[in-house]
C-alpha cells in the first residue's frame, strides 16, 4: 500500500517524538499520537495478521501491544461508568500511575518503556520499510 507523502511526513515526526521523548508520561502519550495517526489514516491494513510476514515478524501482536497505550490514553480523556473489561482497566491504571509520577518498576508499562520505544520502530520500518 503507497503511503500519500503527507501522511508519510506526519508519520514520520510521530516516529520521531517517540524516539526524542524522554522517559516520561509525555513517552508514553508521544506513542499515542503515533498510533492515532496510524489509525485516523487507515494505515493498520499493512499491520493485519492477514501476510505470513506480519505473522512470522509478530506485528499484530506488537502493534496490539502499543495500542493498548493508545486506548488507555482515550479511556482515561473519557467520563464513562462503561465496564472496560479487565485487560483494559488495567492498563488505564497502570498508566494513570505514570501520569502521577508514581513510576517503579513494578509498573508493567514503566517497566517495558524501552520495549514499547522498540516495538515503535519495528511498526514503522514495516509501515515506511525503506526509511529506517
Same mark, same amino acid.
Given at each position: 500500500?503507497?503511503?500519500?507523502?503527507?501522511?508519510?511526513?506526519?508519520?514520520?515526526?510521530?516516529?520521531?517524538?517517540?524516539?526524542?521523548?524522554? *522517559?516520561?508520561?509525555?513517552?508514553?502519550? $508521544?506513542?499515542?499520537?503515533? !498510533?492515532?495517526? %496510524?489509525?485516523? +489514516?487507515?494505515?493498520?491494513?499493512?499491520?493485519?495478521?492477514?501476510?505470513?510476514?506480519?505473522?512470522?515478524?509478530?506485528?499484530?501482536?506488537?502493534?496490539?501491544?502499543?495500542?493498548?497505550?493508545?486506548?488507555?490514553?482515550?479511556?482515561?480523556?473519557?467520563?464513562?461508568?462503561? *465496564?472496560?473489561?479487565?485487560?483494559?482497566? $488495567?492498563?488505564?491504571?497502570? !498508566?494513570?500511575? %505514570?501520569?502521577? +509520577?508514581?513510576?517503579?518498576?513494578?509498573?508493567?508499562?514503566?517497566?517495558?518503556?524501552?520495549?514499547?520505544?522498540?516495538?515503535?520502530?519495528?511498526?514503522?520500518?514495516?509501515?515506511?520499510?525503506?526509511?529506517?
Amino acid at each position: 500500500m503507497k503511503i500519500l507523502p503527507k501522511v508519510k511526513v506526519g508519520l514520520e515526526k510521530k516516529f520521531q517524538k517517540v524516539l526524542k521523548t524522554p *522517559d516520561s508520561f509525555a513517552f508514553f502519550e $508521544a506513542i499515542h499520537d503515533f !498510533i492515532e495517526h %496510524i489509525e485516523v +489514516n487507515t494505515l493498520t491494513a499493512t499491520l493485519s495478521s492477514n501476510t505470513k510476514a506480519n505473522i512470522a515478524l509478530n506485528i499484530p501482536n506488537k502493534y496490539n501491544h502499543l495500542k493498548q497505550i493508545y486506548q488507555a490514553l482515550e479511556d482515561a480523556n473519557t467520563k464513562s461508568d462503561a *465496564d472496560l473489561g479487565h485487560t483494559r482497566y $488495567a492498563v488505564l491504571n497502570e !498508566i494513570k500511575k %505514570i501520569q502521577n +509520577n508514581d513510576v517503579s518498576e513494578s509498573n508493567t508499562f514503566w517497566k517495558k518503556r524501552d520495549l514499547f520505544r522498540k516495538l515503535v520502530g519495528e511498526i514503522y520500518q514495516k509501515l515506511i520499510p525503506t526509511e529506517v
